[in-house]
């Protein structure tokens, strides 16, 4: 039996006047992937968003319902943010590496956090951080060159190594692949799968495939409402709502 | 004469814009054509053939027409006797005709003179007469000849376009060749001030004293003299009161500036954003000389006042003063700027940098500013190009003398401060002290410019990342 990780209940949040999400009752399992699929607009980003508290950033946004990671509120107005992204870091859609070069694009968050100290800890972190995320061979050499100045999936995988220099414990993922080709594609693919050993992942992708390929768990979403969630196996092969079936077999969305 | 012509012209094109629609329409009815433009560019097309050549016409007429005159009236009076013997006395005995025939002028008329003011009238009489005779066949053949376009002619819309295209060309045309002109006229006044003054004394100088200079020919100035102007014309005092009063300016506007434009972007609400933005750039929109006075006056004295407290010596025309003021001046120009490139760093950094537990301070101070430091030295640049070129608050609250000091409570020049002194009054204009001025002008034109390139080039490099 696996553990809990993240538990939503009867999440809703609110754009102005527009509601989002409406009443999302979704379980995330700890060191496994789940995926959020479902057609644009439909509240994917908009939930995962919750679970760092990055809606924060924008002005009208309002969250009510439930959210707890390891049983601590996230929603609480008290929650120190800064140490719950700590424990949750995110890669977007369009890879977003700072205007530094690649060691401090990497080294930004352990110094936010104070970890790291002396400089060869950096470098340890540093190290680290860019062999899990599969960049440190490619890079090695050259990390006091800038971070835009890598290709587009290495500079994805730059922000996975971001995310991941902070240790996290749960890793967000807002279609992580959207802006690459096929073969980062699958380089990031093959990372997800091997950075699952330690992290609680959560992906949101339009690509079915990918879904299929690197999740263990996969929830629906249509119109801010979670209209389906289990399986990845059994969403698509056998998927008891009849819109999850049109949504997957391609006839909407 | 040449203001009721040009009246005439375009009542006459505005009438043809409305004949040239209606025509074509009904040419277009009545014979069943389908013409290729609307209507109202057939009313365009006669506008423009009605117009554009009486006015060309009547712009060069005006340019040679007293060239002409005087050159022939100058050769009647020669003939009837008239003596003169270089250009200058032939010039007087031309405005003196001139100032009969205009019926001004009060001293004796001789023969000579009355007879040349008879052909004077006469020839103006002719001239006016053909360039109105001229004009109006100039203007009669362009209308047929476009009237009778508006049948056969499908064209012209693309005729309409291709003068349109024309006009646009001919106004930067007079834009670029009015800066070329300036420059030239810089340049060349800026060469007969060095061919007295060494560029060397000049750059390296350190006594401007301009005065030492008053009146005197710069082609009659001795061996002996030259010796004694050779150290009046020093630069290095104007260009350190100018970069000491600019850096009192840019320490007063660039953190004011920046951390305006920084709580502008990042943390106002749209609401105060929206009250506050206009407020900010109000102070851009208040004349300069407001500015001078209130640090004159105001300002000035009450530095004075503390400084006395202290039992400080001030002046009451301090470069802290002018510095101060200029600075408050210059503020909008880095703020909004500032702002401006803040806003324009996109918002998924700022996104990955809250992702990994930042706070907003730490992300606008290690990635925000970061990202837009080419554009805000950019724009600092540009506040500083302005303040050097800043003369109305110095003229009144700096001070004219000429001292090399870096103490902020005495009084200092600057380089365009100089240029007003030299220039206000009456002028010798081939003194060294008044081609000073050009020399002054043109050595602050160059540095503007290089600080203007360098400025622009780091917001365009800044651009292009982004983009």
Redesign the interface.
């Known amino acids: 039996m696996t553990n809990i990780k993240i538990k939503s209940k009867n999440l809703n949040v609110y754009y102005g006047d527009k509601q989002a999400l409406f009443d999302v009752n979704l379980d995330l399992n700890e060191k496994e992937v789940t995926a959020l699929i479902g057609p644009s607009g439909c509240g994917k980003s908009t939930f995962i968003r919750c679970i760092n508290r990055m809606n924060d950033v924008i002005d009208i946004c309002k969250v009510t319902g439930n959210i707890e990671m390891d049983g601590m509120n996230i929603n609480d107005k008290d929650l120190d943010v800064v140490s719950l992204r700590e424990k949750v870091g995110m890669v977007f859609q369009k890879p977003n590496p700072f205007p530094k070069s690649i060691y401090d694009n990497i080294s930004y968050g352990p110094k936010i956090h104070g970890k790291g100290e002396t400089k060869s800890e950096l470098d340890q972190i540093v190290e680290k951080s860019l062999k899990k995320s599969a960049l440190w061979e490619e890079v090695k050499d050259r990390l006091d060159e800038p971070g835009t100045s890598l290709s587009g999936g290495q500079q994805q995988r730059l922000c996975i190594a971001r995310a991941i220099s902070v240790n996290p414990e749960v890793i967000l993922m807002d279609e992580p692949c959207s802006a690459l080709d096929p073969i980062a594609t699958a380089k990031i693919e093959e990372l997800i799968d091997e950075l699952k050993k330690t992290y609680t992942i959560v992906i949101v992708t339009h690509s079915m495939a990918q879904a299929v390929r690197v999740s263990q768990k996969t929830g629906f979403f249509h119109l801010g409402k979670l209209i389906e969630v289990g399986k990845t196996e059994k969403i698509f092969k056998n998927p008891d709502n009849k819109m999850t079936q049109d949504y997957i077999t391609g006839r909407f969305g | 004469m040449n203001i009721v012509l040009i009246f005439l012209i375009t009542i006459f094109s505005i009438s043809l814009f409305f004949y040239g629609k209606s025509k074509s329409k009904t040419i277009s009815i009545k014979d069943n054509i389908k013409l290729n433009a609307l209507p109202k560019f057939y009313g365009y097309y006669l506008v423009l053939w009605c117009s554009i050549p009486a006015l060309v016409f009547l712009l060069v007429w005006s340019l040679f027409e007293p060239v002409i005159i005087k050159s022939i009236i100058i050769e009647t009076a020669a003939n009837q006797g008239a003596t003169f013997n270089d250009k200058n006395e032939a010039n007087l005995i031309y405005e003196k005709i001139k100032a009969i025939h205009l019926g001004t002028y009060f001293g004796d008329i001789d023969s000579i003179l009355k007879e040349s003011a008879l052909a004077y009238a006469k020839f103006i009489n002719l001239f006016t007469n053909s360039k109105v005779v001229l004009i109006f066949g100039i203007i009669i053949a362009s209308v047929i000849y476009s009237l009778k376009k508006i049948k056969n002619n499908n064209k012209a819309r693309d005729d309409v376009e291709v003068i349109l295209k024309g006009l646009l060309f001919v106004s930067s045309l007079i834009a670029i060749l009015t800066t070329i002109g300036i420059i030239f006229s810089l340049l060349f006044e800026s060469i007969k001030f060095f061919s007295v003054i060494n560029v060397f004394d000049y750059l390296f100088g350190t006594n401007w004293s301009p005065q030492r200079a008053f009146v005197r020919d710069a082609s009659s100035i001795t061996a002996a003299e030259l010796e004694e102007l050779k150290d009046a014309f020093g630069f290095i005092p104007l260009i350190a009161g100018t970069s000491f009063i600019a850096f009192i300016a840019m320490l007063v506007a660039v953190p004011i500036g920046l951390f305006s434009g920084i709580y502008m972007a990042e943390y106002a ?1 749209i609401k105060v954003r929206r009250i506050s933005k206009p407020i900010i750039e109000i102070l851009a929109g208040i004349p300069t000389v407001v500015y001078g006075f209130f640090a004159a006056l105001t300002v000035g004295p009450f530095f004075r006042q503390i400084g006395e407290n202290f039992g400080l010596t001030v002046s009451s025309e301090s470069a802290l003063a002018a510095g101060l003021i200029m600075g408050i001046m210059i503020i909008p120009y880095v703020s909004s700027l500032s702002d401006d490139v803040i806003n324009s760093v ?1 918002q ?12 907003k301070s ?1 992300t606008i101070k ?2 925000v500013i ?2 837009a430091l080419p554009g805000i030295i950019g724009s600092v640049l540009l506040a500083v190009s302005r303040a050097i070129g800043e003369t109305m608050i110095v003229v009144m609250a700096a001070g004219l003398a000429a001292n090399l000091t870096i103490n902020p409570l005495e009084s200092t020049t600057t380089i365009t401060t100089q240029i007003v002194m030299i220039l206000v009054g009456d002028q010798e204009f081939d003194s060294p002290k008044t081609q000073s001025a050009f020399a002054l002008g043109l050595t602050l034109f160059i540095a503007t410019l290089i600080l203007n390139y360098i400025a622009q080039r780091a917001v365009k490099k800044y651009r292009e ?1 982004y983009d």
């Open positions: 609400s996109p998924s950094l700022r996104d990955g940098s809250y992702a990994v537990g930042a706070t730490e290690q990635v970061p990202a990342k």
